[in-house]
Nanobody
């Protein structure tokens, strides 16, 4: 069975840091674009960051997190990480890890845009991130 298990969320003050982790199993992570979405109350689910499949290494960050968030993956351990620094109250959301075999070598095509979430094949259960002002 395919599983994505997200963890690492929590409550942090503005300016603080959190590191999200996503443990994957049941599929070959090397061949997938992997990354993170988030959804705040009353808002659409939006792509935050992704990393393309092995050997390509391209990454995508939505504009609002550029320079603050860093995505990484460890295919040997089947893990995906999101280091979040300089957190802001507007980063508050449930964060989901996701994976897709669609255009895996150029993940920006499946993470950017209002319907990007429809292109994901696998989802984690979500982890809450709350940033207080």
């Amino acid at each position: 069975d395919v599983q994505l298990q997200a963890s690492g969320g929590g409550l942090v003050q503005a300016g603080g840091s959190l590191r999200l982790s996503c443990a994957t199993s049941g599929f070959t992570q090397d061949d997938y674009g992997v990354g993170w979405f988030r959804q705040a109350p009353g808002k659409e689910r939006e792509g935050v960051s992704c990393m393309s499949s092995s050997g390509h290494g391209t990454t995508y960050y939505r504009d609002s997190v550029k320079g603050r968030f860093i995505i990484s993956r460890d295919n040997a351990k089947n893990m995906v990480y999101l280091q979040m620094n300089s957190l802001r109250p507007e980063d508050t959301a449930v964060y989901y890890c996701a994976a897709t075999p669609v255009n895996p070598h150029y993940c920006i095509t499946t993470w950017n845009g209002p319907t990007a979430w429809l292109l994901q094949h696998y989802w984690g259960q979500g982890t809450q991130v709350t940033v207080s002002s």
